[in-house]
């Protein structure tokens, strides 16, 4: 079954630190990796996507995530952190059959200081 | 052009009633799934629909049931409400003909069951 385990439940960086938000997934096959960023009583804004080619991404905001096969991992990055990043962040997975529902982690809360 | 829209944003209801959650989809978008999600918890896939029909479902009871129309507009509708059933209501649209799709999300529907 497809899985995604977030280690890290709540993050604190100080301002202009730089970021690393944990994913690991359980999938048999070549997953469909996503981040979301969910702000206080807000939906989910997609921040990037791996679908498959370079194992680097870019996403909005200044993220980028690395997907690691032989880690299982889809590590989520920013090299410095601004106060308007404080959000709950979401990694899913999804099958690669275009009915696939998104499966999600529990969320890691990141909390910036000053 | 409107993204993913949600009606109503906040709903107070009592144990035993019944509700109905609505969703607009991204326009060009045909596909809707419906999460809910738990405080402190990641979004929880509860079904989606294409072509008015439900395509895929989530481990949620028969009390959650949900209706596609022509205009690919959804609703969402929870018989018998319990306590557990308190959380926020995500929709998410998505073009079903693309493999590589994305979900985009709505703003949410709280529920809270009294």
């Known amino acids: 079954a497809q899985s995604v385990t977030q280690p890290d439940i709540h993050i604190t960086v100080s301002e202009g630190a730089s970021l690393e938000l944990r994913c690991n997934y359980s999938?048999?096959?070549?997953?469909?990796l996503f981040w979301y960023v969910q702000s206080p009583g807000q939906g989910l804004q997609l921040l990037l996507k791996?679908?498959?080619?370079?194992?680097l991404v870019q996403g909005i905001k200044g993220f980028e995530a690395e997907f690691k096969r032989s880690q299982s991992s889809f590590n989520l990055r920013k090299p410095s952190v601004h106060w308007s990043d404080a959000a709950e962040y979401f990694c899913?997975?999804?099958?690669?059959?275009?009915?696939?529902?998104?499966?999600f982690g529990q969320g890691t809360t990141l909390q910036v200081k000053p | 052009d409107a993204g993913v829209t949600q009606s109503p944003t906040h709903l107070i209801k009592t144990r035993g009633q019944q509700v109905t959650l609505r969703c607009s989809p991204k326009?060009?978008?045909?596909?809707v799934s419906w999460y809910q999600q738990a405080l402190g918890q990641g979004p929880q896939f509860i079904f989606q629909?294409?072509?008015?029909?439900?395509?895929q479902r989530g481990n949620f009871p028969d009390r959650f049931s949900g209706h596609q129309f022509p205009n690919y507009s959804s609703e969402l509708n929870v018989n018998a409400l319990l306590l557990g059933d308190s959380a926020l209501y995500l929709c998410?649209?998505?073009?079903?003909?693309?493999?590589?799709?994305?979900?985009?999300f709505g703003p949410g529907t709280r529920l809270t069951v009294t």
């Open positions: 899913a997975v999804r099958s690669s059959s275009n009915t696939g529902k998104l499966i």
């Open positions: 791996y679908f498959s080619g370079d194992t």
């Open positions: 999938y048999g096959a070549t997953p469909y």
């Open positions: 326009s060009g978008h045909d596909t």
């Open positions: 629909y294409y072509e008015e029909e439900e395509r």
């Open positions: 998410a649209s998505s073009l079903r003909d693309r493999e590589a799709y994305e979900q985009y």
